[in-house]
């Protein structure tokens, strides 16, 4: 982070992911880059992203292994490594300010989904978690965005709430911690993501604790709704700041 407003802006988007991450169990990777790449691109943003993800998901699994959904989580995890490749390939290739515009219009597009309640196409059936795990696991190497995706298609099912967010904090644990070791041996990490990480740290760190304490009094249906407004609003303002832009 190069000037004080941007250490501040950085450390305030972090802590309000956490926040978010704590209490649903996701949002935490959509919300950063969402709120990251106005400070910088998307390709330097995903790493340190990814990083603090796999930190948070290490803090809050212990206390949900209890209630995680197995027969759910396996075919979503392997799924998810498999399609980790094709997303390190979109995140290595793809134009900067392309990338950027996607991370929104996707952030938007599934905020939408879930305010609405629209079903998911291909939500039920025994191919299900395999296609729903392998987009995710794309979208979260190149973009570290996915969590909307499949938090909401495990709801759509019909899971219980706190399955939910344990079986999230399991699936994005375990995908992101893929992600990193693949980036650091393609040579995606550096010595500025590891400054940046020293930066984000004890934000991200408040920001679980914040959101964990909020989990036991809010209700898991209205902290879902707040997570969806904040996601469809910060891509909106993302959307209209890329696009005026030029290339």
Known sequence: MDTTATFLLGNLIVIAAGVIRGLTGFGFAAFSVAGLVFLLPV??????????????????????????EWPLARPLLLAALCGVPLGLLGLTRADPQAMAIAVYVLIGGLALMGLAR??????????????VGGATGALLAAFSIGGPL???????????????????ILFFGA??????????????????????????VP?????????????????????LACTQWLLLAL?????????????
């Open 118 to 131: 629209l079903p998911l196409p291909l939500a039920r059936g025994a191919g299900a978690p395999w296609i």
């Open 235 to 247: 891509s909106l303002l993302g959307l209209y700041a890329s696009l005026a832009v030029p290339a």
């Open 150 to 168: 499949v938090a909401a298609w495990l709801a759509h099912i019909g899971t219980r709430p706190g399955a939910v967010r344990a079986t999230l």
């Open 203 to 223: 934000a991200t760190l408040a920001g679980l604790w914040i959101g964990q304490r909020l989990f036991r009094v809010v209700p898991s249906a209205r902290a």
């Open 175 to 200: 995908i992101d911690a893929a992600s990193v070791a693949a980036l650091g041996a393609s040579g995606h990490l550096g010595a500025q993501t590891a400054q940046r990480l020293i930066v984000l």
């Open 43 to 68: 390709r330097e943003a995903v790493p340190v992203v990814l990083c603090l993800e796999v930190l948070a998901s290490a803090l809050l699994l212990p206390a949900a292994w209890r209630q995680i």
